[in-house]
Structure formats: C-alpha cells, structure tokens
C-alpha cells in the first residue's frame, strides 16, 4: 500500500468510471486514480492472458465434428480446471504483476509489451 494508507487505482477510460460521483466515493475510500498511463493498452488488463491461454487450451482440444452445448460445456470445465490445477503459478504472477506490467506500458507510451 502507497505511504498515507491511500490505494491507488488503475482504470480505463469509460465515462463512467470518470464521473464526478465515482471520483468521490473512491476519495472517501481512500482511493487515487493513476492518471500517467496510456490510454490504451490491453497489457494493463491482467484477465487478458488468462482468456488467451484458455482459448489456446479450447483450440488444441477442439473436436472434428460439431459438438452439443452440453459436450462443449464439458470441454470448457475441462480447460478451466486444467489452467487452475496446473497452471497456478502463471496465473498468480498475470494477477501480481500490476507494477511491473503498468511500468512497461508507461515506457512504452502503449505500445505492446511482453505481456
């Protein structure tokens, strides 16, 4: 936690996250928004690499012919559990690495990173 017990927070650009009512409440929860930072990058959405490699896991187990809502829906309980049973690790760092992601994106000024 930054020095004074403040938070900071890193958000998009919807109208709504910017709203005077929204700034508000976040200041009485003792909340500053980071301004310096692109205003796009989807290297600063950490959920983005986890879709990626679930997407990757679907394709490599994708069947050759049409499957029911029901086979495909076992499919993807498959690829959930195996990305949460083994792939633990990568997925907490993707979480944990806000920091670090936030600092190249800034010296990158938004292009993408390695993330």
Known sequence: ???????????????????EATLTAEAKAGCDQVDDYPKCSLDLNAIEGWWRRLKLH???HEPTER??????????RRAVHFLNSRCRA??????????????????LKGARTRW
């Open 1 to 19: 936690m930054p020095r004074g017990g403040r938070v900071l927070v890193v958000k998009d650009f919807e109208r709504f996250l910017r709203s």
């Open 90 to 107: 990568q997925g907490r760092r993707l979480c944990r690495n806000q920091k670090e992601r936030a600092k190249d994106v800034i010296k």
């Open 67 to 76: 499957e029911s809502r029901d086979a495909f829906l076992k499919r993807l």
């Open 58 to 60: 679907l394709e490599e």
